[in-house]
């Protein structure tokens, strides 16, 4: 059974910083060959593509509303994902969510809910 579980959300401060994490098991393949991708959805709006990170090799796509503030990483060994949230700004609250994706296979997590807020 396929798991990914995200963690690190939280109510910060205008300004702050935040370090989500996802943590994929059960994968029917190597962790390092998933396309992975951080979406958001904030209350009453659309699902929005926030980062994306590819297979080995490691290229990165940021969405321009956050460009220059969050940075996606991931570790193949520990078979996790990351994205690491700086200056902080309250239109960045949302519920945000892991997705895998590898050929026809696209699994997605609960989601952890950022507030940023004073």
């Known amino acids: 059974q396929v798991q990914l579980v995200e963690s690190g959300g939280g109510l910060v401060q205008p300004g702050g910083s935040l370090r989500l994490s996802c943590a994929a098991s059960?994968?029917?393949?190597?962790?390092?060959?998933?396309?992975m991708r951080w979406y958001r959805q904030a209350a009453g709006k659309e699902r929005e593509l926030v980062a994306v990170?590819?297979?080995?090799?490691?290229?990165?796509v940021t969405a321009d509303s956050v460009k220059g503030r969050f940075t996606i990483s991931r570790d193949n060994a520990k078979n996790t994902v990351n994205l690491q949230m700086n200056s902080l700004k309250p239109e960045d609250t949302a519920r945000y969510y892991c997705n895998a994706v590898r050929a026809t296979e696209n699994y997605w997590g609960k989601g952890t809910l950022v507030t940023v807020s004073s």
């Open positions: 059960g994968l029917t393949f190597s962790f390092s060959t998933y396309t």
């Open positions: 990170i590819g297979r080995p090799g490691g290229s990165t």
